[in-house]
């Protein structure tokens, strides 16, 4: 009699061996590659700067709301006019639909984005190369939220030094910022 199959049970590795540590450093890489800001995000806004000047903190909410937010819509309304109906949505749809509600999730509670309302913070971004994502952690932040448009909070208070000429004038004068 031949054996019976039996199904494939998971390998278990213990927690101590190398291939553990191996599938553990893999892991980490794949979540900080995931949840890194890319530089195209830099990107964008490095493109969305006006020619002169800085903008202003309505300009900047905008930005994000209109342009950054929206900016799968196209591809997320292609990929559902694809689908017959009946059909369980394309892996590319639900990653879209993921980075969408994420992206509008952190919007709402307080999204972390360059000061470009800064005078001397838009400067320096300027001057940046768009290949060394390390220059921009020199850079000044404020996290912004949809709920609270007009109270940006400060998120880094030590970045370049013209950058931080002074602490009171935030965001184009602004001495609500704190």
Same mark, same amino acid.
């Given at each position: 009699?031949?054996? %019976?199959?039996?199904?494939?049970? +998971?390998?278990?590795?213990?927690?101590? @061996?190398?291939?553990? #540590? $191996?599938?553990?450093?893999? $892991?980490?890489?794949?979540?900080?590659? %995931?949840?890194?800001?890319?530089?195209?995000?830099?990107?964008?806004? /490095?493109?969305?700067?006006?020619?002169?000047?800085?903008? %202003?903190? !309505?300009?900047?909410? @905008?930005?994000?709301?209109?342009?950054?937010?929206?900016?799968?819509?196209?591809?997320?309304?292609?990929?559902?006019?694809?689908?017959?109906?009946?059909?369980?949505? @394309?892996?590319?749809?639900?990653?879209?639909?993921?980075?969408?509600?994420?992206? *509008?999730?952190?919007?709402?509670?307080?999204?972390?984005?360059?000061?470009?309302?800064?005078? +001397?913070?838009?400067?320096?971004?300027?001057?940046?190369? !768009? &290949?060394? +994502?390390? /220059?921009? $952690?020199?850079?000044?932040?404020?996290?912004?939220? @949809? &709920?609270?448009?007009?109270?940006?909070?400060?998120? $880094?208070?030590?970045?370049?030094? *013209?950058?931080?000429?002074? #602490?009171?004038?935030?965001? %184009?004068?602004?001495?609500?910022?704190?």
């Amino acid at each position: 009699m031949a054996p %019976s199959k039996s199904t494939k049970k +998971a390998k278990v590795f213990h927690p101590d @061996s190398r291939k553990a #540590a $191996q599938l553990a450093r893999t $892991q980490l890489r794949k979540n900080k590659l %995931s949840d890194a800001r890319s530089p195209d995000v830099y990107g964008f806004f /490095y493109h969305s700067l006006p020619p002169e000047g800085v903008l %202003s903190l !309505q300009e900047l909410h @905008s930005l994000v709301r209109d342009v950054w937010l929206t900016r799968h819509d196209h591809e997320l309304e292609e990929e559902r006019s694809a689908r017959r109906k009946g059909r369980p949505k @394309s892996t590319k749809e639900v990653k879209l639909e993921e980075i969408k509600l994420r992206e *509008s999730e952190e919007y709402r509670t307080g999204m972390e984005v360059l000061d470009l309302t800064h005078t +001397a913070n838009v400067e320096l971004f300027r001057k940046w190369d !768009q &290949t060394e +994502a390390a /220059y921009v $952690q020199m850079l000044r932040f404020i996290r912004i939220t @949809s &709920t609270d448009p007009t109270h940006p909070s400060l998120r $880094q208070t030590d970045p370049h030094p *013209s950058a931080n000429e002074s #602490a009171t004038n935030v965001g %184009s004068g602004d001495p609500m910022l704190t």
